[in-house]
């Protein structure tokens, strides 16, 4: 399968530099498979110096309000070689649940400041998309297709697009929805990884106001198996929605996952930051678990919220909301191997 990835790591590590000489004069190898083998060597992601803003809070015309907030976002290499972030605006005066699309562009990924390109998608609910549901956007591309995977509030959508740019709904059955679980309130935040011959969607819910991580596998994106829960409780706790949100998963050496776990957006008022944001990192050798109230597979913490890793050429980035939730960052990521 022609695959190329700009947000989901499936590619593994070839060359660390001095770190790989060392690592190998233990029998390990930073590439996570040497000859075939798969190493067990665990990595921490580490922010690797200052951040630089790529987006603000954008202006949506009479949409607009004070409280309005960028959140959770994507970000993927369009066909003409730019740059592009949609984030969800929430708290707009778009009707229902007040989300929507905003695009931001850049030809070069380290820029600051990208260009703002305007509102890109509002819900449509001739479609049966919930008015304002729109969350989370996340792009893949395959073969000659782009795959935009997001939430309209309940369901897991599909769109796409030829030009990583412009992006047309997928419609099935009179709707672009993949799939979606009664039970499994507010289904939100795709994203996914390939391995092993299947696609992996990760994303949150909330049923009964209890927030936890889910998967379903797919060969084809559009016949998906049943939910199983990946990442649930554990430190930062259960019983409500922000517990469990945005997982990223990143797989830096074969057969090594790492899930970035949200569960808390931090608390910045009256320009004074009250409370950090936090993302959980958790390892595993299983994509499908990562630990289910326990803290097992939990490794490390950072103080982000709703984190996307890039990975481009020999470097890697890590992108998050500003702390007072007013714009979108980048910075550099470093990967440490962890101490015995």
Not at 253 to 265: A, I, M, P, V
Request: contains cysteine; negative net charge.
């Amino acid at each position: 399968m022609n695959l190329q990835k700009y947000k989901t790591i499936h590619y593994p590590i070839t060359y660390l530099g001095i770190v790989t000489l060392l690592l190998l004069f233990t029998g390990y190898a930073c590439t996570g498979a040497r000859d075939g083998q798969v190493t067990d060597t665990v990595f921490l992601p580490e922010i690797d110096g200052e951040w630089w803003q790529v987006a603000g809070n954008p202006d949506l015309g009479h949409l607009n309000t004070l409280e309005q907030q960028p959140v959770d976002f994507g970000i993927w290499q369009a066909a003409d070689g730019s740059w592009q972030i949609w984030s969800c605006i929430r708290k707009t005066r778009e009707d229902g649940n007040t989300r929507l699309f905003y695009r931001w562009e850049s030809e070069n990924l380290e820029d600051r400041n990208w260009k703002p390109m305007g509102i890109a998608m509002r819900a449509d609910t001739t479609l049966g998309e919930s008015p304002g549901g729109l969350q989370a956007p996340y792009v893949i591309k395959q073969n000659d297709r782009y795959l935009m995977f997001y939430g309209d509030w309940n369901n897991i959508c599909l769109a796409e697009s030829k030009d990583g740019k412009t992006f047309t709904r997928v419609v099935r059955d009179g709707s672009p929805r993949l799939f979606g679980d009664k039970k499994e309130t507010n289904t939100r935040d795709p994203m996914l990884i390939y391995s092993d011959d299947l696609w992996y969607c990760y994303y949150t819910a909330h049923p009964d106001n209890d927030g936890a991580i889910y998967v379903r596998t797919s060969s084809d994106f559009f016949n998906w198996s049943e939910s199983q829960r990946v990442c649930y409780g554990g430190s930062p706790g259960k019983g409500a929605l922000w517990y469990a949100e945005c997982p990223h998963v990143v797989e830096y050496t074969e057969g090594n996952f790492y899930l970035f776990r949200t569960y808390s957006y931090g608390n910045f008022q009256s320009g004074e930051l009250l409370s950090t944001p936090k993302t959980n990192i958790y390892h595993s050798r299983d994509p499908s678990d990562f630990g289910i109230d326990t803290d097992q597979h939990l490794i490390h913490t950072l103080e982000i919220a709703a984190p996307e890793i890039i990975h481009k050429g020999d470097k890697w980035y890590v992108a998050a909301l500003n702390e007072d939730l007013q714009g979108i960052r980048i910075a550099r990521l470093k990967w440490i191997m962890q101490d015995d």
